[in-house]
């Protein structure tokens, strides 16, 4: 399949299958989307991995720094927070975003969420002092919408990242439209009959990797 892009010239997306997904990215110039990014069992693995490690509880859901600690309070990163390399499962995923040309810059942070229920984070753009341009989502386990709006129209939009999905966030996407998972207990799923239907939230892993500008 093609990647999903949302250009700021045409806004076309090649090779998507639903048209109100279609039509839904492509309000988002600079948004990149591709289902399937990873495999079942890749999914598999890397869920071993990251639950046989240790759970910051500093915020109120749980998270894992890999690579730089992010200070949330402050919003930033400095030379101090500088926690190693990544891990190996991390740096598998960091080369094949570049290899496959969805960023430019071997991606050196990585940021692991898990939100569960009703959990989720709010309106937000990523730190623009602490990173650069791309800014590459992983979802694992299930599929939650993410809503976007616009910082100066205030239009908003909704996006199903589904499940192994990868969505990369640059130009107007990354600096002109915050981005939030909602706190909501149910999301709409569309059916095997192409039909939606409310489900239950469970459990949903988000792998948000970064470059540094340090």
């Not at 129209?153 to 996407?173: H, N, Y």
């Amino acid at each position: 399949m093609e990647k999903a892009v949302a250009t700021q010239e045409t806004g076309i997306i090649p090779g998507l299958q639903k048209e109100s997904f279609h039509q839904q990215v492509s309000k988002i110039p600079g948004l990149v989307y591709q289902s399937e990014f990873i495999t079942e069992a890749e999914e598999e693995n890397l869920l071993a991995y990251i639950d046989r490690a240790e759970w910051s509880t500093e915020l109120q859901r749980r998270v894992q720094h890999y690579g730089w600690r992010y200070d949330y309070k402050q919003r930033q990163i400095d030379e101090s927070m500088h926690l190693g390399p990544l891990p190996q499962w991390a740096q598998g995923l960091a080369q094949k975003l570049v290899s496959e040309d969805w960023v430019k810059d071997l991606p050196d942070q990585v940021i692991v969420n898990e939100y569960c229920h009703d959990q989720g984070i709010s309106a937000h753009i990523d730190s623009e002092r602490s990173f650069t341009e791309y800014v590459a989502t992983i979802s694992l386990l299930e599929t939650w919408d993410m809503v976007f709006r616009q910082r100066d129209s205030g239009k908003k939009v909704e996006i199903p990242l589904e499940r192994r999905s990868v969505a990369i966030l640059s130009g107007d996407a990354r600096y002109k439209w915050t981005h939030e998972i909602p706190k909501r207990d149910s999301e709409s799923v569309v059916d095997q009959d192409g039909r939606y239907k409310s489900e239950k939230r469970g459990r949903r892993i988000s792998l948000t990797f970064r470059k540094t500008c340090l």
